[in-house]
């Protein structure tokens, strides 16, 4: 597997590191007024700015989404939602069985009979920006 990026190739703003990201993120909103979110790229390690904030569409990891509108309704039923963001491929199946799981361990979900409920709001909104497997990095 190739080594992630900080110089990713999607174009946008890059920072090195969230602080730096932060920081940019502060006098953007000074500047230009508004609430400007910051988060890591999912195709490399650089962190980036959004005006627009998260929506379900642009977020392409399967742990991101899920996370996504988990703090958004409160609960989802994983097997209309994997049907949903999978369009019937297998291995993101699966992965959406990983992120499910994952989230119950770090205490950001619980399971029910019909599907997950969010447990940990501020922890979710934090998968969102960062990603599940650096969610769970950064929890040690």
Known sequence: MPARRYNCGCGKRRFRDERSALAAAETD???YGGIVAVYRCPGGLAWHLSAHGFTPGALRSIGRRLAYELAEHGRIDVAE????????DLRRSARVDRCAEQMTELGLTRRTDDGLVAADRPGLLRVVQIGLDAYARERG
Do not use: I
């Open 29 to 31: 909103q000074r500047t």
């Open 81 to 88: 939602f994997r049907g949903r963001v999978t369009g019937g």
